[in-house]
């Protein structure tokens, strides 16, 4: 079948490593921040969200920091494993000011080698 | 987190027909939003389905193509109307979750193969 992220950058890493996507944002006023996991076949799926006054989360092997200076986020896996092989993408909004529907980045495909 | 059901999971469809895809929610959301993302790529919003009021369309995105029903706080549908293989895509219903931090859950999403 049809696969999502046949065409998107792909970052691939050894099983154990750390890994770290990017993702920049164009929206200054974006004030909330999600990270999403999508496998093959399945709807995203989420993993870690930030505030905008912040600009660290940590999760279950999982960090999140947010550089508003440069509009960038990024997303560390730590201890990749061969289960968080997938697509990842990050999303913003402004919630708070009334858009609470999310826009999403263009995605990163992370393959972990075993 | 709410759980959402999407049906039908996948459908392969003739150019000039029409689809119409459910979406279930467990619990009673107010704001639904259907997003579409086609093959390889990012997911873009195509409308957001508030129970009892007219769904907000996004630029690119018009009402006759997609008509989309919002009849109760658990359930809405999205029609592809008068399909092509342009709209091959897989289509994915959300809502919020309920802890106020704006984070959305998302369904399965439905495979839409035009041929």
């Known amino acids: 079948g049809e696969s999502v992220g046949l065409h998107l950058p792909t970052l691939s890493v050894q099983e154990g490593d750390n890994s770290i996507i990017n993702c920049a944002y164009s929206n200054s006023a974006s004030d909330y921040f999600i990270w999403y996991k999508q496998e093959s076949g399945k709807g995203p799926q989420f993993i870690i969200d930030?505030?905008?006054?912040?600009d660290k989360r940590q999760g279950q092997r999982v960090t999140v920091l947010l550089n508003k200076t440069v509009k960038h986020l990024s997303l560390q896996i730590a201890a990749t494993q061969p289960g968080d092989s997938a697509v990842y993408f990050c999303?913003?909004?402004?919630?708070?000011?009334?858009?609470?529907?999310?826009?999403f980045g263009s995605g990163t495909r992370l393959q972990v080698q075993p | 987190s709410a759980v959402i059901s999407q049906k039908p999971s996948r459908d392969i469809c003739q150019r000039g027909t029409s689809l119409t895809i459910q979406c279930q929610v467990d619990s009673q959301v107010t704001m639904m939003f259907w997003y579409r993302q086609q093959p390889g790529q990012s997911l873009t919003l195509i409308a957001t389905?508030?129970?009892?009021?007219?769904?907000?369309?996004e630029s690119g995105f018009v009402i006759d193509k997609f008509p989309i029903s919002r009849p109760n706080l658990t359930f809405s549908t999205l029609t592809v109307s008068n399909m092509s293989p342009e709209d091959s895509s897989i289509y994915l219903c959300?809502?919020?979750?309920?802890?106020?931090?704006?984070?959305?859950?998302f369904g399965p999403g439905t495979r839409l193969t035009v041929l």
């Open positions: 930030i505030r905008s006054n912040m």
């Open positions: 999303a913003e909004n402004m919630g708070d000011m009334g858009r609470r529907a999310l826009t």
């Open positions: 389905a508030n129970q009892g009021s007219e769904a907000t369309y």
């Open positions: 959300s809502t919020l979750g309920t802890s106020g931090n704006n984070e959305q859950f």
